[in-house]
């Protein structure tokens, strides 16, 4: 979560390319490739999530702004012609929607804003948890390989008490990646697979609810029940493709 100013997050985009998302101090969420100017190494090396006041390169101690601009370039800073300003950090265009859902676009035509509304998960809970499972990662491919009965369920009830519209958001941002936005209960589901094996694979989930109580306790064990049920639907399915495979 990006929950104070320098909160950063490395990431690497479906494409294949190494990206930092990080909170600014006039709290927009900047995004940028994870290469220095310099000698394009990575400018964060370790320590995929944190907070640190700026973005500093280990190998020859080149820094960055949280805006990305170059602030520090040793042995450079006398050098005839160089310019600071022309070393910023490659910026990605960034875009966050009303369910706080952030996504980074690699063309230059995105026009949606990058400011975070920070009060909207401050108080937050935030849950994780993994599920293991005995399928190839291919069968979870399909937009329907994770199932939510339950919370569709209970949002609904949640809605039709507080005269809501809004539906369930299911969306992938990658073949291997399942988000959830349940407006009803203000809470967001992240699912990612890692394939550890051909026949096997691990379900990475983190569950952000906006407060703590009970009702939130019920979004958690819903989630919960609910991706144990499609891990093991997955399974299943999984199970009949190789009989059909050996026949």
């Not at 009303?98 to 026009?111: A, N, Q």
């Not at 809970?125 to 599920?131: A, G, H, I, L």
């Amino acid at each position: 979560m990006f929950r104070t100013v320098g909160s950063y997050r490395v990431l690497e985009h479906v494409a294949g390319f190494p990206l930092i998302l990080v909170l600014g101090k006039d709290y927009v969420l900047r995004c940028f490739h994870n290469v220095c100017r310099h000698r394009a190494y990575p400018v964060i090396s370790s320590n995929k999530v944190g907070c640190r006041p700026n973005l500093g390169c280990k190998y020859h101690g080149w820094t960055y702004d949280l805006s990305g601009k170059l602030i520090k370039a040793p042995k450079f800073e006398d050098a005839e012609g160089f310019r600071k300003d022309q070393n910023s950090l490659f910026e990605v265009k960034t875009e966050i929607d009303e369910d706080g859902i952030v996504t980074v676009d690699l063309s230059s035509e995105s026009k949606g804003s990058p400011v975070l509304d920070i009060n909207k998960f401050k108080d937050g809970q935030v849950e994780t948890w993994d599920v293991k499972g005995a399928f190839n990662w291919k069968v979870a491919e399909c937009a329907d390989a994770f199932n939510f009965p339950t919370l569709t369920r209970n949002d609904r009830g949640v809605q039709v008490r507080l005269g809501l519209a809004r539906k369930l958001k299911h969306v992938k941002p990658s073949i291997l990646a399942d988000f959830v936005a349940l407006p009803g209960h203000n809470a967001h589901l992240l699912m990612t697979i890692q394939p550890t094996t051909a026949d096997a694979c691990t379900v990475h989930c983190t569950l952000f609810v906006a407060s703590s109580s009970h009702a939130s306790s019920l979004t958690i064990s819903s989630a919960k029940s609910d991706i144990a049920q499609s891990v093991l639907s997955l399974e299943k399915l999984y199970a009949r493709v190789r009989e059909s495979d050996a026949m």
